[in-house]
């Protein structure tokens, strides 16, 4: 029997792919560990810009994908 579960929003759609070491930031050219995907399209940054833009961008943007908590130990 399979159970159907009642999560919105959970079509796999691009904003949800992992970033990959090919992701570069796009202030800094590290690698990316955060995506911000607005209408216009998509934003890399490296943690430190991330954190930096973040307050900016977040009423722009559709998603906000952070994966900088790989960063931690
Ligand atoms: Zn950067």
New binding site residues.
């Given amino acids: 029997m399979t159970t159907l579960t009642t999560d919105i929003d959970s079509a796999p759609v691009d904003e949800e792919r992992p970033l990959s070491a090919l992701d570069r ?1 796009d ?2 050219g ?1 690698q990316a560990y955060i995506r911000a995907t607005m209408g216009s399209g998509e934003l890399l ?2 943690a ?2 991330g954190n930096k833009h973040k307050e900016k961008l977040q009423p722009l943007v559709s998603s906000w994908h952070d994966e900088s908590h790989k960063l931690q130990p």
């Fill in positions: 930031c202030s800094c590290s940054f490296c430190h810009h």
